[in-house]
């Protein structure tokens, strides 16, 4: 009888541990500074790599808006982030967050000026009087940062351009300044190199008019009170991946990343201050 009840605890205990397992998520999202579509599609190995590596499920949440994941991150919706720079600024004065890792890339990290190729312009200067598209309001590469840049050279957007107006996305923008719904835009320097070498950029009709200075923009940062243990085990699993190693250079490709590296909120004060001194900060 004995025998018979230590195995049914035995049993119920293996149960319990298996529901545990299963109930064990890492639900993850990402600023939508792409399509919906690129974003699962970027995401899904690097997702199924977590899950080998934490022994866990990890779930994507696509959410609308780039507050959306702050608001998620800052009220335990979901556990780990892709943020630009600004976002995780905003983040961190909202409530707990912590970053691990970045791209290597994202401690030089630029902003693309481009301009409809019929406008003619060959500076900034040019622009003056002509319409103007920034990714989203909350983008640090697509807003922020070229904002924060104009305005060092003298170039205030709101009086200085015709109008301003927000593509909501980095490829947005670039299909605005394409059809000719805006003279000019600025994006991620990152989105821009990847349409162009896939063939998505008309050089026809779009051209490449500045480069801003480097400033230090994404990162993966998880909410504040995820166990300890498991951020450890996250930071690890990014900066084991390899691009000597096919599998990982694929996973790595598809960040574009040559490979991930610790971060630290001190990373991103020039954001902060950058975004103090534009006045974005609520």
């Known amino acids: 009888m004995k025998t018979l009840k230590l195995s049914l605890a035995t049993a119920l205990l293996a149960i319990s541990a298996l529901a545990s397992a299963e109930e064990a998520v890492l639900k993850v999202s990402a600023i939508p500074d792409e399509a919906p579509t690129e974003l699962q599609r970027k995401f899904a190995p690097l997702g199924q790599y977590l899950e080998k590596e934490l022994g866990m499920k990890v779930q994507f949440v696509p959410v609308t808006d780039y507050a959306a994941v702050v608001t998620a991150l800052n009220s335990d919706k979901i556990d780990m982030a892709w943020l630009g720079g600004f976002t995780f600024v905003q983040a961190s004065l909202h409530g707990k967050v912590v970053p691990l890792v970045q791209r290597e890339e994202d401690s030089k990290f630029t902003s693309k000026f481009i301009v409809n190729a019929a406008v003619g312009?060959?500076?900034l200067k040019d622009l003056k009087g002509k319409s103007f598209a920034f990714g989203s309001a909350s983008s640090t590469s697509g807003h922020l940062m070229p904002r924060y840049f104009l305005q060092?050279?003298?170039i205030?957007?709101?009086t200085f351009f015709k109008n301003v107006a927000y593509s909501g996305a980095h490829d947005a923008t670039v299909a605005w300044v394409a059809s000719g719904k805006?003279?000019?835009g600025a994006l991620n320097a990152s989105v821009w190199d990847k349409l162009v070498e896939s063939g998505k950029?008309?050089?026809?009709?779009?051209k490449l008019l500045a480069t801003s200075p480097a400033f230090y923009d994404y990162n993966w940062t998880v909410r504040g009170n995820l166990d300890k243990k498991l951020q450890a085990r996250i930071t690890a699993a990014f900066l084991k991946l390899d691009?000597?190693?096919p599998q990982d250079k694929a996973i790595l490709d598809l960040q574009r990343a040559s490979r991930f590296i610790p971060t630290k909120a001190d990373n991103y004060k020039g954001i902060e201050a950058a975004a103090e001194a534009a006045g974005l900060l609520k």
């Open 243 to 245: 691009p000597k190693n």
């Open 201 to 206: 950029v008309d050089s026809n009709k779009v």
């Open 152 to 154: 060092k050279e003298g």
């Open 182 to 184: 805006v003279d000019a």
């Open 121 to 123: 312009a060959k500076s």
């Open 156 to 158: 205030k957007p709101e």
